[in-house]
C-alpha cells in the first residue's frame, strides 16, 4: 500500500491572506505593472477555436479502436479539455472581454464549457473568486481539501486513487464544505450543457460523448496538466504558501504555472503574467517548479505530503485544540522605503507626547498638549462648529446625561480647550446613544471636515476608483457584524460601498486594504449616513489609525509588541505563560486591532470602547487588548489548560466567558488598569527599536 503519511493536520496561520500585501508593496515600487491589467484581445477568438477542434477530433477519433479512444481520451481530449477548464479559469476573472461587459464573458465560458460534458463555468466563478479573496479560509477556501479526505488518501496507494479521482472531489467538495444557493446563469449553464451533450449524442454519437467526458475525467486526474491542482498550494516547503511553475506546460494552460504572479495580480490575463515577473523579478525568487509530472510524482510517494498538505487560517479541526496542528510563523513583508522605521517616517504615535524624541513622527500627527492631572497626551481642539441649531435638531432625550452632553456639544470648542479631562472621563462612562453619532463626529473632527467641504463626497463617488473589485469582495463580510448589510442590495451595502469607494479615491496612498477597514466603516454606518461615516472614517484612518493598512501592517506590528511589553511589566506570570506557548502578540492582534474590535467584542462593549478610542486615541485599543489577555488568562487552571499555541489561540477566539467581556465589567476593568505614561513611552521606544532591527 506504500508509505503511510506522517503529516495529520493542516497547517496553521492566524495572519491575512499574503498576496493582498504583496500586491500593494509591489505596486508601490512596481507602478507601471498597472499597465498590464486587462483582458486578452485573443482569448475570445481562441476559446471557440479549442471548442470546434475538440468537437472535429471527437467526429474522427471513434472511427478507432477502443484502446485509440481510450489513450487519445486521456492524451488529447484530456488535454484540450483541461486547456478549456483553465480558460474558463481566465474568463471567471473577466479577461475574455473585461470587466465591462460580464455578461459577454459569462457567454464565452458557456462556450469553453461545451466539450467538457459537464456544467462547471459558472460555479467555478463563484467558487473560486473567493479563494483568491481568502486563500486558506477555513470555511471560504474550497480549494483545500477536507479532514475526511486526510483522513482517507493517507498512503501511497490511497492518494494516487485521490489524484485519479481529483476532479470529482475538485466539483463536489464545495457542496458540502461551504453550499451556496444556486443562481439563475448555473441553472442556465446547466442547461445549456445538457442540450449540448444531447446534440453531439445524436449527432456525432455516444462514443464522441463518452470520449470528450472522459477526457474530462482523464484530462483533470492522472494527468501531466493536473499536475498545477497540487503545485499551486500544496506545502512541499513549508511556509511558502503558492508555488509557480516555469515549464512547458504553461504554452497548454493559458500561464496558469505563473501562480504567484495570478495570486498577486488576479486582473493580469495570462499572455501578460511573464511580464510581471520580468518587471519585478526580486519578488519571484521562491522557489518554482518545472516538471508538474515531477510534482504528481513526488506528492503520490513523499510521506511527508498529502492532502493534510496546505495552509488554513483558523482553527476549526479537533486537532486544534489538541496541539496537533504545525504552526508556522507569520510571514513578514518588507516594508516599501516611505514606511522604513529607520527613517522614523512610520505612523505617527499618540503614545509620544515630546517633540524632541523622535521628532518627525511627532511632526506628522496632530499636536498634543498635557493634561496637568493624569500626564497623558491630549489632543488640541478640533473646530467643529457644532451650534445651538444644529443640537437642537438631534433626538434629545429626558436624561440628565443627555442633558449634560447636549450642553457639552452646544459649547465644544470651549471644553475642549478648558476641560478636556471632563470630556474624557464622560467619554469613559459612556456617551447617550441617542448623542453618540454626534458626539463621535464632533470628538473625530469629521464635523469639522466636512463643514471645510461639503460636496467632496458626491464629488468623489463620481469618480472611478480602481479598488472597486477588492471593495465588492469585502463588503459581504459586513453582514456578519448587522442584518443591516445582510441584503445583497441593500442600503447598507450601497453605503458601504460608497464610503469605501469614497475614501479609496480621497487617500490613494492607502486606497483600499483589508476587511478591518470595511469593518470599521460599517461600524459607522450603523450609527450616522454615508457622508457622515465617510468623514469619520477619513479622521480616524488619518489622525488615529495611520499606517494600520499599509505595507506590511506595520503600525499594527508595532502596537502589538507594545501590548506584549506592557503584560509582561504588569502580570510576569501571563507573560512567562504565553512565551512558554510560543504566542506572539501578532497571532491575535492583527484580528483585534486592525478592525478596532468590532469583531472581537459583543456590541455593546465596541460602542463604549469606540467612545473611549476617539477621545484618547489608539493608547484605548492597546489598554483594552491588554485588559483582554489579563481577564482570560488570570485563572491558573485556564493556564493550566492551555497548554499549546493552539489551544491558547482557541481559547481568545472562541472560549473566553461571556461574562468578562460584559459592557460594564470589561469598560470597568479597562478604566481601573493603571499604566503609565511613563511605560507606554518605554515600551514604544523598545518595540520601535526591535522592529527596526527587522526590517534593517
Known sequence: MGQIITTTDFQYKYDDEPHATRRKEILAKHPEIKNLFGPDPYMKYLVPLIVIFQLVTAYYVIQLPGWAILFL???????????????????????AFGHSSPMMNRFIGFVANIPLCVPSSITFKKYHLDHHRYQGDNKLDVDIPSHLEGYLFYNTFTKLIWVFLQPLFYSFRPLFVHPKPVETLEIANTLWTIGWNYLIYNFIGGWALAYLAGGTLLGLGLHPMAGHFISEHYTFIKGQETYSYYGPLNWLAWNVGYHNEHHDFPYVSWSRLPKVKEIAPEYYTMPSYSSWSWVIYKYITDPEIGPYSRVKRGISSPAATTGLCPFSSLRQTKPPDSLLINNITMRPHPLLKSKGFLGSIQEARPSTRTSSRTGSAIPEPVRTNFGT??????????????????????NWDHLMTSNYNKVQLRCR?????SLRAAAWQAISGAAYLQQKDPGMFNGLLQKESEWMVYIEKDVPRACQLHEMFAEKDGLGRSDLRKVLKAYSIYNPKVGYCHWGMTSIAAMLLLLMPAEQAFWCLVSIMNKYLPGYFSAGLLAVQLDGRIMETLVQDIDPKISTF???????????????????????????????????????????????????????????????????????????????????????????????LQISEKQFKEAHISQLAKLNDNYS
Not at 481520451?73 to 479577461?95: K, Q
Not at 441649531?389 to 452646544?410: P, T, V
Open 389 to 410: 441649531s444644529s443640537i437642537n435638531s438631534l433626538l434629545i432625550g429626558n436624561s440628565k446625561l443627555e442633558q449634560k452632553w447636549c450642553k457639552m456639544l452646544e
Open 578 to 672: 504565553l512565551k512558554k506557548n510560543d504566542v506572539q502578540a501578532m497571532y491575535y492582534a492583527i484580528e483585534w486591532f486592525s478592525c478596532a474590535y468590532t469583531r472581537v467584542l459583543p456590541w455593546e462593549t465596541v460602542l463604549r470602547l469606540w467612545d473611549m478610542f476617539l477621545c484618547e486615541g489608539v493608547k484605548a485599543l492597546i489598554k483594552a487588548g491588554v485588559t483582554l489577555i489579563l481577564l482570560a488568562f488570570s485563572d491558573k487552571k485556564v493556564r493550566d489548560d492551555c497548554n499549546s499555541l493552539e489551544k491558547v489561540l482557541y481559547y481568545l477566539k472562541y472560549k473566553l466567558p461571556k461574562h468578562l467581556l460584559e459592557e460594564n465589567f470589561f469598560m470597568n476593568q479597562l478604566c481601573r
Open 73 to 95: 481520451s486521456w492524451a488529447l481530449a484530456g488535454t484540450f479539455n483541461h486547456n478549456l477548464s483553465l480558460a474558463m479559469h481566465e474568463i471567471s476573472h473577466n479577461l
Open 429 to 433: 462612562k459612556g456617551i447617550p446613544h
